[in-house]
């Protein structure tokens, strides 16, 4: 489907069923777009048996303009080839012209390069459009303008030094709005065009720091041509994720699709009748999110979407997808798509995750396999945001709040009827629920703010944060981080440009203001005891004690082939416990391999902690034969390693 590249020209294929003539204009687009060009023999398409309409056309080579003409009961009109690989600029969306690109145009460097297994990766989302942008004499850009894919290139190497292993960049598929989060898109092969990078001075810079990354692997060089088309300038970034060890996972959009649509869209593509009973090709009439809803009992239809997500695995070299709202594709008939979908890529590609936003009662169905469920690795859950932020809510009213601490303590087991408890998404923060822009009753403050509303710099605000963070890295299941929670943003953030004063990360805050850096060393420890500890992302655990007067969970990690066990004990009290009798699994010796409290002022000379460790050997208690006594620093975590 769409244009391809062969030898002398491109074949060309597009589905029109009810059309009566269909047109592919290439060399004669100027006068097509002033109006002096007129239907004739040597442009038009074969109408084929299944619907498409395919030809040749001699003598295009890569990033050659195309535009379909389609004629049909409501009249002819342009309309965008539904597989371009890019949109042209001049003249601007959505009046553009579709670019034919070489598939392998790209030269990857990336063949060494094997994503974590499913149960190892910890998620790190961002969004593109303001995750960080600065000009060639370090100034941010971010207000002026959209930041780019190119602009990841300062931060690969913060990503990969964070220690997180897969990047979740928000939708980067064409949407039509100046500034979207990316759900609202039209174009479904096409990068975003404000996301590239067309000015040749600005794009030597942008050589200038791939360069560097590249060799520092040993990689030649590229020239200015090899990222001068969009599509390569974010394939060069997902080759530079992989070079660094860094997996990515792309977030698509296949319960509906637009927020609007233009003339020349996906909407009305066969150009039936408008406002007749099925003038739109692709889409039902039912609507979501301001979109429309695929038309998912359509085989075409489904095999559109199929082939998208087969492309980004192929053409983008991307290790998983995060796909949207699985839960709308199931309440508008399309569940049987969704094991077409989840079945075929695993075919295609068994090592990339497929991973499900799905809401609806009966969780389990999205990481069931077939007949029975949806078939995807892992689904998104609520269970352990929705408890630890609350706990640390409760927290935010002082010494004398109860806090639910049964909740966080059922949150770390499987959730109901899962197959296995890694294949829970876990977070604390996403874009959702801190976006700037939701509905008042529906935006929730960042963590660090939740802990303490008055001042987000307070030691309350930032012990809590701890604790609550690290519950989260050392539960079972795939942790989840947001752009910027590893360094305490304390700011909802917003794609709108009208919003960005109050709602860009602070990346100067890291060199102005210690409590930033304090969190992201903590964090990054954090984050490699996980990948370090197999025992911390095992399937086992058992929260042995809540207290909620005391307000303590303490609960164990165990690894059943190799015996590595851990507790986490972990404390919401705004005071130190100095003698605290916990259970422990096996008797003798205990080290404290972790202690939130040192990155207080980091390091806290005055951490409240057990000097290395704790000796279990006093009576039976917690299920446990033995106990130990332990101090539990306030609103902090210790992890406690069998030695």
Not at 224 to 250: E, M, S, T, W, Y
């Amino acid at each position: 489907m769409g244009a391809n590249l062969v030898d002398g020209g491109a074949t060309f294929r597009v589905w029109a069923p009810s059309a009566s003539e269909v047109y592919v204009i290439t060399d004669e687009l100027p006068a097509a777009r002033s109006g002096g060009w007129a239907p004739s023999p040597k442009d038009e398409l074969i109408r084929q048996l299944d619907g498409t309409w395919t030809g040749f056309v001699p003598g295009v080579v890569d990033g050659s303009a195309y535009r379909f003409w389609v004629v049909g009961d409501d009249g002819p009109g342009f309309k965008r080839d539904p597989f371009a690989r890019e949109l042209g600029t001049s003249p601007a969306f959505p009046d553009c012209d579709c670019l034919i690109r070489d598939p392998d145009r790209y030269a990857w460097h990336d063949a060494r390069f094997l994503p974590p297994d499913f149960r190892d990766l910890i998620l790190y989302q961002l969004h593109i459009g303001t995750f960080y942008g600065v000009d060639d004499q370090g100034r941010d850009t971010r207000e002026a303008r959209t930041s780019k894919f190119l602009d990841l290139l300062d931060k690969i190497e913060y990503l990969r030094d964070l220690g997180v292993n897969a990047i979740q960049p928000l939708p980067i598929q064409e949407y039509p709005s100046e500034s979207s989060m990316g759900y609202n898109g039209t174009d479904y092969f096409s990068p975003e065009m404000d996301y590239q990078v067309e000015d040749p001075i600005e794009l030597q810079r942008y050589l200038k720091a791939a360069n560097r990354l590249l060799g520092q692997h040993g990689v030649p060089p590229l020239s200015l041509d090899q990222i001068r088309a969009g599509p390569d300038q974010l394939k060069l970034i997902v080759d530079l994720c992989h070079l660094n060890g860094l997996a990515v996972v792309f977030d698509l959009v296949y319960n509906h699709a637009g927020g609007g649509f233009d003339d020349q869209s996906l909407y009305f593509f066969d150009r039936r009748r408008r406002g007749s009973n099925d003038d739109s090709l692709y889409f039902t009439s039912g609507s979501w999110a301001g979109g429309l809803v695929f038309a998912f009992w359509k085989s075409e239809v489904r095999q559109y979407l199929i082939e998208n997500a087969k492309f980004f695995l192929s053409e983008y070299h991307i290790d998983g997808i995060r796909f949207d709202e699985v839960s709308v594709i199931d309440n508008f008939g399309g569940r049987s798509f969704a094991q077409d979908l989840t079945g075929t890529l695993r075919y295609v590609s068994p090592r990339s995750i497929r991973i499900a936003e799905y809401w609806n009662d009966w969780r389990w169905l999205a990481v069931t396999a077939p007949p029975g469920g949806l078939g995807f690795d892992a689904s998104l859950s609520d269970r352990l945001r929705d408890a630890l932020r609350e706990a640390v809510h409760e927290a935010s009213y002082g010494s004398a709040a109860r806090i639910n601490l049964d909740a966080v303590a059922d949150a770390l087991r499987t959730p109901p009827n899962f197959p296995a408890p890694w294949k829970a998404v876990h977070c604390v923060e996403n874009h959702d629920i801190v976006y700037e822009r939701r509905p008042p009753d529906e935006k929730r403050p960042r963590l660090v703010r939740l802990a303490d509303g008055q001042d987000s710099r307070s030691w309350f605000a930032r012990s809590r944060t701890r604790a609550a963070t690290a519950i989260l890295l050392t539960a079972p299941g795939i942790p989840h981080l947001f752009m910027g929670q590893e360094f305490l943003e304390d700011k909802n953030w917003s794609d709108n440009p009208r919003d960005f004063k109050g709602t860009l990360l602070w990346w100067d805050g890291l060199s102005s203001e210690r409590h930033m850096r304090d969190h992201l060393t903590f964090t990054k420890d954090l984050v490699w005891l996980r990948r370090h500890l197999p025992v911390l992302r095992s399937d086992n655990v058992n929260p042995f004690h809540v207290h909620n007067d005391d307000r303590v969970l303490a609960f164990h990690r165990w690894m059943d082939a190799s015996g590595d066990d851990v507790v986490v004990v972990a404390s919401f009290n705004d005071s130190t416990f100095w003698d605290y009798t916990l259970g422990l699994p096996w008797p003798g010796g205990w080290r404290e391999i972790f202690n939130s409290d040192y990155y207080d002022h980091f390091p806290n000379p005055q951490a409240a902690g057990n000097r290395g460790g704790t000796v279990a050997a006093g009576p039976p208690m917690h299920g446990f034969g033995q106990s130990a006594t332990v101090t539990i620093p306030a609103n902090g975590v210790l992890l406690l390693a069998r030695t």
